[in-house]
């Protein structure tokens, strides 16, 4: 019998599905990863690099001590994670957030991932799911998954939709900005885990700019969805038009809220709003512009992005755009382990369990791998406790709908990790003189709580499984 005949076979290598192979072929599980491109391609990707990322190039907050998405990225790093590896080896300053150099980043993955003798890496489009018959197969098509392939999911669980819609931030050449008007500085001249305090781009408005600049956005030229189509957007990444669709002062509450930050080239005077960019590679020539996805046609694009005061001459390397996203309602459809009930011999990883994020998706395929591993080791697959952020994911992903007040299920909507999502812990609530803290010292303090007790579980759990 060949290896591939034992193989564990995996659709898609994007972040959950290499991520998933890694950990399955560590555990001396053989692996074939199928990947469609460069034989089909999406909207989206531009290389056929496993783990290629799309959207933004931030893996969002590295604080471990503080934040539920740097929790996940130390449980990840715990687990012996590909994708945190090949982040942390690729990382670009980006104050307190873990950013990387994204072609570098994905071309180490892709070169792990070929390198490692169990693995198999196939260049082939799938376009329906395997039967039991073939085995053991993982789904992390991730939210780009193909026309053929989503209809054959959608018969294996008898739902009618699988979509909704996501847009991505247009990326700009550094030297085309104008550092005499923009400067550099993260939000309250915080210092993250690869850069300094001042990582970040700002280009401030004022008030007469940022109104200007709003009515010109939201009377741009958009993508136009077809009838029978329905734009059911991510609240966590939301088009900027679409934000300013929901009022004026929306964006300067979210990517384009002012505080932290002062311009140095006219201290006396408070910025109405703020413009971020982020840097986008290694070499610091590609700068992307934070929080703005957007669904503006190319040419609405650069005539309102110039509007933003540095940004007039700005050359772009590439432009916003807009690709449908995919996802199961999993809390109906998977089991604990994230098994498809109607056919077991499926997992799903990754933004189609309905997981948000980068880190998210590449989580729960470290789990699903390590689910399978043990599976094929004659062992009970073991879920992380619910107290740990790889457990608290799961538990949204596979029961995490809401009840509404008459009782019925909500919409099951994707969801980025957060504190919300783990069960209550005791905490101290005073200093050690005695006095009450109070406000955002008393969250701090919860917050440690949180992630000491998440760290000292997944530690354990990671024992009991090895």
Known sequence: MSKEDKAIRIIGAG????????????????????????????????????????????????????????????????????????ADANSVPAGGALAVAREAFSEMVTEKLSTHPLITIERCELTELPSAEDGSVLVATGPLTSQSLSQSILAATGEDSLAFYDAIA?????????????????RYDKIGP???????????????????????????????????????????????????????????????????????????????????????NKLGTLYNIVGFQTKMKYGAQTE?????????????????????????????????????????HLRFAGQITGCEGYVESAAIGLLTGRFFAAEAKGREAMTPPETTAFGALLAHITGGHLIDSNGGQRSFQPMNVN?????????????????????????????????????????????QIA
Request: glycine share 6%; charged share 25%.
């Open 170 to 186: 247009p990326i700009v050449h550094f030297d085309s900005i104008d550092m005499d008007k923009a400067w550099f500085q993260s």
């Open 304 to 344: 309102v992005f110039r509007m933003i005061p540095g940004l007039e001459n700005a050359q772009f390397a590439r432009l916003g755009g807009i690709h449908r996203n995919t996802f199961l309602n999993s809390p109906k459809l998977l089991d604990g382990t994230l098994r498809l009930k109607s056919h077991p």
């Open 15 to 86: 972040l959950a599905g290499s991520e998933a192979a890694w950990q399955l072929a560590n555990h001396g599980i053989p692996v074939v990863l199928h990947e469609m491109r460069p034989v089909k391609t999406t909207d989206a990707h531009i290389t056929d690099h496993c783990a290629e990322l799309v959207c933004s190039n931030s893996f969002r907050s590295d604080d471990a001590s503080a934040n539920a998405v740097g929790l996940l990225h130390q449980e990840m790093r715990e687990a012996g994670s590909l994708i945190m590896a090949c």
């Open 194 to 280: 690869s850069g300094t305090s001042a990582d970040y781009i700002n280009c401030g408005m004022n008030e007469a700019e940022y109104k200007a600049f709003i009515e010109a956005m939201l009377a741009a030229e958009k993508t136009e969805f077809k009838e029978w189509e329905k734009a059911k957007y991510f609240d966590g990444c939301l088009p900027i038009e679409v934000m300013a669709e929901r009022g004026i002062d929306t964006p300067r509450y979210g990517p384009m809220k002012p505080v932290g930050l002062t311009n140095p080239n006219d201290p006396e005077t408070d910025p109405y709003a703020v413009v971020q960019l982020r840097q986008d």
């Open 419 to 463: 504190f919300g999502l783990f069960p209550a812990v005791e905490f101290s609530k005073r200093r050690e003189d005695g006095s009450k803290m109070r406000g955002v010292e008393k969250q701090l303090s919860k917050k440690k709580a949180l992630t000491k007790r998440a760290l000292d579980d997944v530690k354990n759990w990671l024992k």
